[in-house]
């Protein structure tokens, strides 16, 4: 199976293409603008680096949130098009999957997005297993979920949110990661059945947003 996948959700335009679980080509550009204008040239070059047309791709991976309100939706807008035009599935991986996959772990990790205003993006797994859904949590609220789901053992904190909850969990490893691995991201999506329905944006909260002083 060979499988594109694209990431606007975070800090970066990541995409990639992997066969059988292998990787042939994977690129990412670190930007918290602009994906836009990006990520179209970025999957035409990576697929070219993999040897591959578009039209052999089997299915296109994308990142559906949380992250970046604009980059997201950018991602999804792109990928569904790809996957639409190619009549191949497009398969939806949490952003926070993703980051607990790009960290190469098999036993607990959480995945944590500094979200602003006081609150990270949480989710905790334990190796493929998740321990509980995304969630928006404030940091107090945060601490005490990772203090309830943790058992001992090794531990990996992960993502932009990682040095909120620093020392929440004793020796674990802290992973500053501003987005995931695209390569990551593609082996999950290959791993799961095709989806019945294009994915959707995994919206966590509300959108902050002020009026323009008068």
Do not use: W
């Amino acid at each position: 199976m060979r499988v594109l996948s694209v990431d606007t959700c975070l800090a970066a335009s990541s995409v990639a293409v992997i066969e059988d679980g292998r990787a042939l080509a994977a690129r990412s550009e670190p930007m918290t603008r602009g994906h836009q204008e990006r990520i179209a040239p970025l999957a035409k070059q990576v697929a070219a680096e993999a040897g591959i047309a578009f039209s052999d791709l089997d299915r296109i991976a994308v990142t559906v949130g949380p992250g970046s309100f604009t980059g997201l939706r950018v991602g999804l807008s792109f990928a569904k098009g790809l996957a639409e035009a190619l009549g191949i599935p497009c398969v939806g991986v949490n952003s926070l999957e993703a980051l607990a996959a790009s960290t190469g772990a098999a036993g607990f990790v959480a995945a944590a997005l500094d979200a602003k205003m006081g609150q990270v993006y949480l989710q905790v797994f334990d190796g493929a297993t998740a321990l509980m859904a995304p969630d928006a949590l404030d940091i107090g609220a945060a601490t005490a979920r990772l203090a309830e789901l943790y058992s001992g053992g090794p531990a990996i904190v992960a993502g932009s949110g990682a040095a909120l909850l620093d020392g929440v969990l004793p020796g674990a490893t802290r992973q500053d990661l501003a987005f995931a691995d695209p390569v990551a991201i593609a082996r999950l999506a290959a791993a799961r059945p095709a989806p019945a329905h294009s994915p959707r944006p995994l919206y966590l909260r509300a959108p902050y947003a002020t009026m323009p002083a008068a």
